[in-house]
């Protein structure tokens, strides 16, 4: 029994690492505008790099390898989606979502009513600082907030994230 990846397996995998490199790639690229579009264009370079490849390496095709190939690179482009899609939109589509489910015109304060389930901007405020304090990233004293080392680093790590795939 070979327990060593297939061709179609080593060239899924190899593009699966390459992807997150080829975003940070496109982020520098200024006729690609919008996170979405550059996703996109991410992932139909990759597929096309995937097949590609595929047609290129000799050697007999197995129906297994490609199959496997295929989901291992869908499963990298799913992981990719999750991780880039909370940088770009997590929070702001939760929102929007809520302004949707409303079915209607509401002011800042409605907003914040209907994401929160009747709390208000103060309560949405509210809710944000204790999932901060409540991770460890955020401390209170004397009524006053700061941020702690862990905080710092994850704030530093998003901004590096997000400057290095264009994000902001």
């Given at each position: 029994m070979?327990l060593l990846?297939g061709?179609?397996q080593?060239?899924a995998i190899c593009l699966?690492?390459?992807?997150p490199?080829l975003?940070?790639?496109?982020?520098?690229i200024?006729?690609i505008h919008g996170a979405?579009?550059r996703f996109?264009?991410?992932?139909?370079?990759?597929?096309?790099l995937f097949?590609?490849?595929?047609?290129?390496?000799?050697?007999?095709?197995?129906?297994?390898?490609?199959?496997?190939?295929?989901?291992l690179l869908?499963?990298a482009?799913m992981l990719?989606?999750?991780?880039f899609?909370l940088l770009?939109w997590?929070?702001?589509?939760?929102?929007l979502?809520?302004?949707?489910?409303?079915g209607?015109?509401?002011?800042?304060?409605?907003?914040?009513?209907?994401?929160?389930q009747?709390?208000d901007?103060?309560?949405?405020?509210h809710n944000?600082?204790?999932l901060?304090t409540?991770s460890?990233?955020?401390?209170?004293?004397?009524?006053?907030?700061?941020?702690?080392?862990?905080g710092?680093?994850?704030?530093h790590?998003?901004?590096l994230v997000?400057f290095?795939?264009?994000l902001?």
């Amino acid at each position: 029994m070979n327990l060593l990846p297939g061709p179609a397996q080593t060239i899924a995998i190899c593009l699966s690492v390459a992807l997150p490199l080829l975003l940070l790639g496109y982020a520098r690229i200024a006729v690609i505008h919008g996170a979405g579009r550059r996703f996109r264009l991410g992932c139909l370079s990759v597929i096309v790099l995937f097949v590609i490849a595929c047609i290129a390496v000799p050697g007999p095709r197995h129906l297994d390898d490609l199959v496997s190939g295929v989901l291992l690179l869908m499963t990298a482009m799913m992981l990719c989606y999750v991780l880039f899609g909370l940088l770009t939109w997590g929070f702001t589509l939760t929102l929007l979502t809520a302004l949707v489910q409303a079915g209607r015109p509401l002011t800042s304060e409605q907003w914040a009513a209907a994401y929160m389930q009747g709390g208000d901007l103060g309560t949405f405020a509210h809710n944000r600082l204790k999932l901060l304090t409540g991770s460890g990233m955020v401390t209170m004293a004397d009524d006053k907030l700061a941020a702690t080392a862990k905080g710092l680093a994850v704030a530093h790590l998003v901004k590096l994230v997000r400057f290095s795939t264009g994000l902001g």
